[in-house]
């Protein structure tokens, strides 16, 4: 069974609100996904929480290297 988790981000380029759905399986690893509002490609790392929820981090392509 998959379950799915809604989180609200903030974009790091526009600083919109939006919201992503976590998956499990992309447990500890980036993925990009562009943002709904202005398209600009958000890095995504989906960690766990003490408590067991998925979280995630956003990055912006910038301050990657
Ligand atoms: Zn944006």
């Known amino acids: 069974?998959?379950?799915?988790?809604?989180?609200?981000?903030?974009?790091?380029?526009c600083g919109e609100h939006i919201?992503?759905?976590?998956?499990?399986?992309?447990?500890?690893?980036?993925y990009i996904e562009d943002c709904q509002v202005c398209c600009r490609p958000i890095t995504?790392?989906?960690y766990e929480e003490n408590n067991g929820e998925l979280a995630v981090e956003v990055r912006d392509?910038?301050?990657t290297y």
């Open 19 to 30: 919201t992503v759905l976590l998956n499990p399986e992309d447990l500890d690893q980036d």
């Open 44 to 46: 995504m790392f989906v």
């Open 1 to 13: 069974m998959t379950t799915l988790n809604e989180k609200q981000i903030y974009c790091p380029y």
């Open 61 to 63: 392509e910038n301050s």
